[in-house]
Each structure stands twice: as C-alpha cells, then as structure tokens.
C-alpha cells in the first residue's frame, strides 16, 4: 500500500512562493474542463493545456501516460518524467518546480490561478537563477497563453 501523501497533499501543506492570475469571462465549469484535463495520450490544447506550450509538446514529443488522477508527462530525452494530480478543482504538475493550476468563479466569470510552491534545484531540468528570475513573469506568460486557448475555444 502507498503511503505517500498525494502531490496535491504536499503542495496544500507549503506556502505559496509565486502567484500568478487572470479571468476568463466564462462559466467556471467550463472553463475547467479544459484547464483540468488529463488523459493518456499527446500533450496539446485539449490535453494538459498548461503544458501544451512547452517546446517538447510543440514538438510532439511529451506524451501523458497514468490514470485515476495521477499521471506522469513523458518526454523524449534524458529529462525525468513531469508528474501530474488532478482532481474536481486542481491540477497540480512537478518538474523543476511544483505547482497548481486552479479555476474558482469570480464576478468577471472564471478566476484561473497558477501557485507555484515549491523548487527542485536538484531536478535536471533546473537552471541556477532561473527561479529568482524569470520564473514569474515566465508563470504570468504561460497562464495568459492557457487562457488565450480557453477564452477561444469557448468564444469568449
């Protein structure tokens, strides 16, 4: 029996170290079936949206594979494989970094935030100085990209 706590568990105990957020003026159900879905297969706009613009999913070479919630990105190369949790309202995601992607309803329509929580300076894919940076402007133009794709798929 695994004892680990869920990815999920883990971030909810640590602080918040970034945030980063936008609206989309759209029901919030909406909305997060598509920044919460998940499935076995190519990462891409209709598949682990938060990841779709990532240089190794542009290039068709990250593929998610799991079930139940728990999943793992794998990428073509040396570069560990990206875990993934989701449930009804997170999705969480940990390479060199671990965060969370949440849709909560707001006056505007969809509140979409992305929390990072926690750094891994000993995961291959970190760069020294990265996260000091460039990280959360790198956040604010990954998210505003997410819901770019989320307010046109839903014509909004």
């Known amino acids: 029996m695994d004892?680990?706590?869920?990815?999920?568990?883990?971030?909810?105990?640590?602080p918040v170290l970034w945030e980063v957020r936008g609206t989309v003026p759209a029901p919030?159900?909406?909305?997060?079936?598509l920044l919460l879905a998940v499935g076995e297969g190519?990462?891409?706009d209709d598949n682990l949206l938060v990841l779709a613009r990532a240089s190794a999913a542009?290039?068709?070479?990250?593929t998610v594979v799991g079930t139940a919630g728990r999943y793992r990105a794998e990428l073509a190369g040396q570069v560990e494989p990206v875990a993934i949790?989701?449930?009804d309202a997170r999705l969480a995601v940990q390479s060199w970094y671990a965060g969370?992607?949440?849709?909560?309803?707001?006056?505007?329509?969809?509140?979409?935030?992305?929390?990072?929580h926690r750094v891994l300076p000993d995961h291959p894919g970190f760069a020294p100085g990265i996260a000091e940076l460039g990280l959360r402007a790198r956040m604010a133009r990954d998210?505003?990209?997410?819901?770019?794709?989320?307010?046109?798929?839903?014509?909004?």
């Open 3 to 14: 004892t680990t706590p869920s990815l999920l568990a883990q971030l909810d105990a640590l």
């Open 100 to 116: 969370v992607h949440t849709a909560t309803a707001s006056a505007e329509g969809t509140l979409v935030s992305h929390r990072v």
């Open 28 to 33: 919030v159900g909406s909305v997060a079936d």
């Open 85 to 87: 949790e989701v449930d």
């Open 58 to 62: 542009r290039r068709g070479a990250m």
């Open 42 to 44: 190519r990462v891409g």
């Open 143 to 156: 998210l505003a990209q997410v819901l770019d794709v989320i307010a046109d798929r839903l014509g909004c």
